[in-house]
């Protein structure tokens, strides 16, 4: 199965667990207060701010947490000032993975993040080296039983999805990343089930792992995860469904 899938299914399954102790919150106020520093808090005019907003939803996150959010991105209450980085190495077997992160001392961040690469297999690299692999799309993720493939295509493709691929037991939409919110809502306001979405990098080529190295691969994604200053990680692994159950 290709990276961003896998990795995808794993990852929201991984966040619903940290939203019980509320690691998931974390990642998503700091988003939610970068994008309405950076684009203003009104989520009408502030796409990103959109998708930051849905995310807290998804996570059940309460309305107040989200307004304060908001206000302490504009500057309308007190709040630490993160700044945005974005990492890019290679894990075991030559994979690409790019992490981007929030981080309030980047001095700190960098080397933290280079110590997790070398302990799993992978060194961080220079910037560039691995971006040009990925493409954001906006990622939704719906059950094939839940859903029929006519009814999604209507509520997706008008609402301006780009592409619906079968994957196993699910249906994968894309959209770009500005249309990924009205895909969305139209999903909703169709009363399809989302298993997960998110605004994610999919990698144009894939690189097969197995054994040791697939293992090793996926040991180095929890590990960047698991950092406070993490806020996602992409890589073009393509691993096997079976080597998830050794």
């Not at 994008?35 to 996150?61: E, F, Q, W």
């Not at 954001?136 to 780009?162: H, P, Q, T």
Request: aromatic share 6%; proline share 3%; with cysteine.
């Amino acid at each position: 199965m290709s990276g961003h899938s896998k990795w995808s299914t794993i990852k929201h399954k991984k966040a619903r667990e940290d939203a019980k102790r509320g690691k998931a919150f974390t990642k998503v106020i700091r988003e939610i207060s970068v994008s309405a520093r950076l684009g203003g808090g009104d989520a009408g005019v502030n796409p990103r701010l959109r998708t930051a907003i849905l995310a807290a939803k998804a996570v059940n996150m309460p309305s107040d947490n989200i307004k304060r959010a908001i206000l302490k991105g504009t500057g309308e209450l007190p709040g630490t000032q993160y700044e945005e980085i974005t990492f890019e190495g290679y894990g075991p077997g030559g994979v690409a993975v790019l992490v981007e992160t929030m981080t309030d001392n980047k001095n700190r961040t960098l080397p933290e993040i280079r110590h997790i690469f070398g302990k799993h297999g992978g060194n961080l690299g220079e910037n560039g080296c691995v971006a040009w692999i990925f493409n954001k799309k906006g990622f939704i993720v719906i059950n094939r039983s839940a859903v029929s493939e006519d009814a999604l295509m209507e509520a997706a493709l008008n609402a301006g999805a780009e592409d619906i691929v079968e994957e196993g037991d699910n249906f994968e939409v894309y959209t770009s990343p500005e249309d990924f919110a009205e895909v969305m809502k139209s999903l909703e306001n169709a009363a399809m089930p989302v298993e997960s979405s998110e605004i994610s990098m999919i990698p144009q080529t894939e690189v097969k792992l197995e054994g040791k190295k697939a293992r090793q691969a996926l040991r180095l994604m929890d590990a960047l995860e698991d950092h406070d200053d993490v806020q996602n990680v992409w890589a073009n692994f393509d691993i096997d469904e079976s080597e998830l159950e050794n």
